[in-house]
């Protein structure tokens, strides 16, 4: 069984940075599409950022250049560095994956931007 634990999260002010950890168990990283998404009070969750087993990567556009992704075969981990915050980045972010056709969720870390 494949599960999600994400880490790092809490409150900067507005320009200053974060890194968001998810370590992933259950399953070799190596094998695996990761994403990254949040989700603001009274918003919908919204994609941020994912990596694919091949390195592919992807972002939301309104965080390029701000926000890297990056993935720690060796350590079965994902990274999501996270520079020049805004307000707006405010919310719950949390790690996804699909193993045998069904998504895999991590239970989410809070980072907070104050202005």
């Known amino acids: 069984q494949v599960q999600l634990v994400e880490s790092g999260g809490g409150l900067v002010q507005a320009g200053g940075s974060l890194r968001i950890s998810c370590a992933v168990s259950g399953r070799a990283l190596r094998t695996l599409a990761m994403g990254w998404f949040r989700q603001a009070p009274g918003k919908e969750r919204e994609f941020v950022a994912s990596?694919?087993?091949?390195?592919?990567?992807s972002y939301k556009d309104s965080v390029k250049g701000r926000f890297t992704i990056s993935r720690d075969n060796t350590k079965n981990t994902v990274h999501l560095q996270m520079n020049s915050l805004k307000p707006e980045d405010t919310g719950v972010y949390c790690c996804?994956?699909?193993?045998?056709?069904?998504?895999?969720w991590g239970q989410g870390t809070q980072v907070t931007v104050s202005s």
């Open positions: 996804n994956t699909r193993v045998d056709g069904y998504s895999v």
């Open positions: 990596i694919d087993w091949n390195g592919y990567i």
